[in-house]
């Protein structure tokens, strides 16, 4: 006869800051319950002290992600029934790896969005606000290299899963990277020389292991291990023909 599911869940949830331990919860299992519905319920029923971020529920702004039993993931989009093998497995919330942890599960992304700021992850344009827009062909091929990553939303995931962000925390990390790629890539922008020079270097695409971690985890089927093979194939050189 098959055991019936339980109808509580085991989860350890992280308390503290970069010191601290898991606190055991029992929580209410529900149908279609994904991993944040688990923590909202603990922050709302059980401790309302329990520090955590997110935004949309709905995958689109980043903000939910943690790790998961041992794995970075986004909550608002990963069902207990996902990473939950047994029935009567306990479920771990962690804070995501590599960033400081503010307080439980919300970790400061400071770093994260400073090296998209020195991979000169940002667009700078040459038309004023009174010229017309610039009209760039879907067909070509920058544009679709482009188009591969441009859904990035920035939710940490593939950054908390490198493991050359762990051993070098200089390392400018996958997201940062696959932005600069897709800029590199735009035929618009006019900092590409600064841009390459900025990705080259030692904290830059070279140090990247290309065992594709950022790829796979990616919740957005982006794959970064593919945008930072591009920077590596310029060489440290901007592409032919990139305006500056
Ligand atoms: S492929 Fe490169 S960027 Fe991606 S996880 Fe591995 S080392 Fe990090
Ligand atoms: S590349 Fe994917 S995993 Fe990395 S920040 Fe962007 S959406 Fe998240
Ligand atoms: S809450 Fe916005 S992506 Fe999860």
Request: aromatic share 6%; net charge positive; charged share 25%.
């Amino acid at each position: 006869m098959q055991s019936a599911t339980p109808t509580q869940l085991k989860v350890n949830v992280w308390r503290g800051a970069d010191e601290g331990e898991f606190q055991r919860f029992d929580v209410p299992r529900m149908e279609s319950q994904t991993v944040l519905d688990v923590v909202i319920h603990i922050q709302r029923r059980l401790d309302a002290t329990l520090s955590y971020r997110f935004a949309c529920r709905v995958g689109m702004c980043g903000s939910c992600a943690m790790t998961v039993n041992g794995r970075a993931r986004w909550t608002c989009r990963t069902h207990v029934t996902k990473v939950l093998h047994h029935a009567d497995d306990v479920l771990e919330i962690a804070p995501l790896n590599h960033l400081p942890v503010v307080k439980d599960l919300a970790v400061d992304m400071t770093d994260f969005f400073d090296k998209w700021r020195d991979a000169k992850g940002y667009f700078a344009g040459r038309r004023t606000r009174a010229e017309p827009v610039a009209r760039v062909d879907p067909a070509t091929a920058a544009r679709k290299a482009a188009d591969a990553g441009i859904e990035c939303i920035g939710c940490g995931v593939c950054y908390a899963s490198c493991d050359v962000v762990a051993w070098n925390p200089d390392y400018l990390g996958p997201a940062a990277l696959n932005r600069a790629w897709t800029l590199v890539n735009d035929v618009r922008d006019t900092q590409q020389q600064a841009r390459i020079a900025a990705v080259s270097n030692d904290a830059g695409c070279q140090s990247c292991h290309t065992l594709g971690s950022c790829t796979e985890r990616c919740p957005k089927s982006i794959a970064p291990t593919a945008s930072i093979a591009g920077l590596k194939r310029l060489n440290g050189k901007a592409p032919q023909g990139a305006p500056e």
